[in-house]
């Protein structure tokens, strides 16, 4: 669903919403040397070294709210390979469980790989 992500993220963006990738668990490592590891170990870059960051819930389905008004827009302009209606659906069941999470007063963040 997520192989949209770059789309989804300018759709939050353009919405005023943040990226749904600022809620990666190590969304604080410069992307410069997230770039600089990813190069040396020519795949994907060990970031455990750094320390995992958590992020309020409610941020993340303000930009989820964001992205589905968007997709249920008759004017969206999609470039993406995958079936809106389908990333609307995985968005909605994202939603459903970081909903519960702010009333559980929970803090989250995404595996982004």
Known sequence: MFRAYEELDAIAVAAGRRPLESFDEHADVPAAVVAR????????????????VWHDP?????????ILS?????????????????????????RQVLQQAVVRRARFNFTIA
């Open 37 to 52: 590891l990813a190069e040396e170990a020519q795949d994907l870059p060990d970031l455990s070294a750094f320390p995992v």
């Open 58 to 66: 409610a941020d993340a389905v303000a930009t989820i709210d964001g």
């Open 70 to 94: 968007a997709l249920a827009s008759p004017d969206l302009e999609w470039d993406g390979r995958e079936d809106p209606e389908e990333v609307s659906n995985g968005l909605k069941s994202i």
